[in-house]
């Protein structure tokens, strides 16, 4: 028998500022995500699909998203959908529930699958402290548990205490909450999972996104399946050296392999020559098959002061006048005429992003 496990999807969620060119997009592969994930467990002959937490991004859904869950559900009517609320979607209400959907309450609730039990309960700031002591597993059985919340060294609401579900006869912890895949081990008998969200939103939610498929005979094995439409990624790349745009784009080719259907900010660092003419522009331009990319500038300008003390030019006539300030410290005057150059030089013309 093979299970999938996934959590945080958030169908209905804004969007980081920073991707906000794309919120519109990015909502909609939430909702393709979802359902392609459907179609993953079909072809793969999976009939169980746990949902732990936090599948809608509210109580009160948009209509198209609302629709889009229930309908792919009704859609694959061989596939059961254990569906327990996180603490996002924990109100969230249907008055039409498919009969593939199975959901959880603020008790233990508890779904057999031959020597499979599969038990939930819903955290609410009334049952945080008391659930563990009423969890109540047979070791006979292959017992699959499902919570949503933040791992901790102490009790309350949205928290759980990993030292209080040890010794259970727990063999799989199914988590949401934490949008990263994240693995503990529980004790001698099982772990605990968190899947991590199936699709990033910005980027604090980096790297391959997906879920978990369980593969159960007399133990649980696990496997990630990375599923994300795009990635999001972070990079931050030394141009150290450039002299010119040519060799940025060399630099960065060299640091690493875009992917065009993925989501990128790349931070240009390193020090510079003041005769770099270098704009975002410029390079998203020469990316311009990538899906999405946002480039930051902080880069330092190299400069031999020497040079400049007899200049007859503006930039001589800036340099000589920060050096001549008492009042600023030597680090200062440096960063102040570094700055001061690029401006000069037009790298800055077109604008930066910053973010």
């Known amino acids: 028998m093979k299970i999938i496990h996934c959590a945080d999807i958030h169908l209905g969620s804004k969007i980081n500022t920073s991707l ?190 997906g879920f978990i498929v369980l593969d159960i005979t007399d133990k649980i094995k696990h496997e990630f399946i990375p599923f994300s439409a795009k990635i999001i990624h972070d990079l931050a790349i030394d141009i150290s050296g450039s002299l010119t745009v040519n060799d940025v784009i060399n630099k960065i080719n060299q640091a690493t392999s875009l992917n065009n259907n993925d989501i990128y900010r790349i931070t240009l660092k390193g020090d510079v020559s003041p005769s770099l003419d270098l704009t975002p522009t410029d390079i998203k331009c020469y990316y311009s098959n990538i899906y999405f990319l946002r480039i930051i500038i902080d880069t330092s300008i190299i400069v031999n002061l020497d040079d400049y003390k007899s200049d007859i030019s503006l930039k001589g006539e800036f340099v000589r006048g920060v050096l001549a300030k008492d009042d600023i410290s030597e680090a200062d005057k440096r960063e102040i005429i570094s700055l001061g150059l690029k401006v000069l030089e037009g790298g800055q013309s077109e604008g930066y992003e910053n973010n």
């Open 20 to 209: 906000s060119d794309i919120s519109k997009e990015r909502r909609a592969d939430l909702r393709a995500s979802f359902m392609r994930m459907c179609e993953y467990a079909r072809e793969n002959d999976i009939h169980i699909i746990l949902l732990a937490g936090d599948i809608f991004d509210s109580d009160t859904p948009f209509k198209k998203d609302k629709d889009n869950f229930y309908t792919t559900i009704r859609n694959y009517e061989d596939i059961d959908f254990l569906y327990l609320k996180g603490n996002h979607d924990l109100n969230e209400v249907y008055d039409d529930t498919p009969s593939n959907l199975k959901h959880f309450s603020d008790t233990w609730t508890k779904y057999r699958y031959d020597n499979l039990v599969i038990s939930g309960l819903e955290m609410t700031k009334a049952n945080a402290l008391s659930f563990y002591d009423s969890l109540a597993l047979n070791e006979q059985n292959i017992n699959i548990v499902m919570l949503h919340g933040e791992i901790s060294e102490h009790d309350g609401y949205n928290l759980i205490n990993l030292a209080k579900l040890r010794n259970k006869q727990i063999d799989y912890l199914a988590l949401g909450h934490i949008h990263s895949l994240k693995e503990y081990r529980l004790d001698g008998r099982g772990i605990a999972c968190y899947s991590g969200c199936i699709e990033g939103r910005g980027f604090d939610e980096l790297g391959p996104k």
